[in-house]
């Protein structure tokens, strides 16, 4: 990734996620650096209903239950507005169930 300043270029991170309790989705990305989300989408892929709970670490951020299969979440945040995680803070989605959820994340690292 290129670095704009003191941010990396966009970076997407998607896939489906089916452990019970914390599951990660971006990795930390080091001292003195955080992740900073700028769209998300969550989706119960599973015919189960399942609460999703998305993480910076370990402290709550976002929470959703997914009553149904394809119930969810979709965020475009503006910019000034993105969810920061914090220094060194890996994205975690916590599933009330092994159930299957789907993740979209489009994300930056930058300074802290």
Not at 25 to 31: D, E, N, S
Not at 37 to 59: D, H, P, R, W, Y
């Amino acid at each position: 990734m290129a670095l704009i300043g003191s941010r990396t270029a966009p970076s997407a991170a998607t896939g489906t996620k089916n452990g019970s309790g914390d599951n990660e989705l971006v990795a930390a990305p080091g001292a003195g650096k955080q992740i900073v989300i700028s769209a998300l989408v969550l989706q119960n892929e599973s015919s189960t209903a399942t609460t999703m709970i998305l993480k910076a670490g370990a402290t709550a951020l976002l929470r959703c239950l997914g009553q149904n299969q394809g119930d969810g979440l979709a965020l475009a945040l503006a910019a000034g507005r993105e969810l920061q995680l914090g220094n060194n803070a890996a994205l975690n989605l916590n599933l009330s169930g092994a159930n299957a959820c789907g993740y979209s994340v489009l994300y930056y690292v930058d300074a802290v």
